[in-house]
Nanobody, 124 residues
């Protein structure tokens, strides 16, 4: 069974940066599409970015476009989310998810594999 473990969250000031990592184990990352979601209390789970198996196709939600960058290093079995110019509204738990669905970026219900999340807090 594929396992996902996020790391890299923390407390940063507005305008700061964080780089989240999602380490895949027991399976090859190159066989999976990866998505990053975020969720906070009282808020629905939001899909913020996706990347396909090869790393060639990417998607960004409007809320993070031009500020976040998704990438993956299949040789290292690690996907990343570079988060720049962070805002207080980015405060959330960030989760990575994986799917073998043919379309690389889909709804949360189509991702059978999830990490437990890493907390990102943006505050002055």
């Amino acid at each position: 069974q594929l396992e996902l473990v996020e790391s890299g969250g923390g407390l940063v000031q507005p305008g700061g940066s964080l780089r989240l990592s999602c380490v895949v184990s027991k399976r090859r990352l190159r066989d999976y599409n990866i998505a990053w979601f975020r969720q906070g209390p009282g808020k629905e789970r939001e899909k913020i970015s996706c990347i396909d198996e090869s790393g060639d196709q990417v998607f960004y939600a409007d809320s993070v476009k031009d500020r976040f960058t998704i990438s993956k290093d299949n040789a290292k079995n690690t996907a990343y989310l570079q988060m720049d110019n962070l805002k207080p509204e980015d405060t959330d738990i960030y989760l990575c998810a994986a799917t073998t669905q043919s379309y690389y970026c889909t709804g949360a219900e189509w991702y059978p594999y999830w990490g437990k999340g890493t907390q990102v807090t943006v505050s002055s």
